[in-house]
């Protein structure tokens, strides 16, 4: 998948969330990439016109991380990506990041 990638740092400069411009495919297509991402439970998907009427689409956990996915202001061009405890860092952040980068390493 090939998005642009806006890093968002936190004080100490570690990357803690992510926004990235709107892939082909839309949310559900968010979904789909984060359903790729090993070890990843989504909690929360797209409801019928979710871009109607709620920022946030898509909830996974990753471990004991809660992650989510929205749409500020419903009509941006960009999809913010991190944890529910923002600006807080984890390190399976790395993993979600490289999901929709393409930069995952295959076996």
Not at 47 to 67: A, N, P, Q, T, Y
Not at 76 to 91: L, Q, Y
């Amino acid at each position: 998948m090939r998005v642009k990638v806006y890093e968002l740092k936190n004080e100490g400069g570690q990357v803690f969330a992510f926004e990235i411009s709107k892939p082909v495919g839309g949310r559900r297509r968010v979904c789909s990439i984060v359903r790729g991402i090993p070890g990843a439970k989504l909690t929360k998907t797209p409801r019928f016109l979710s871009w109607f009427r709620e920022e946030k689409f898509c909830e996974f956990d990753i471990g004991d991380v809660k992650f989510e996915a929205f749409e500020p202001f419903g009509d941006n061009s960009r999809f913010w990506i991190g944890p529910k405890d923002a600006p807080t860092w984890h390190p399976e952040i790395e993993e979600v990041l490289q999901a929709f980068s393409g930069k995952r390493e295959r076996p």
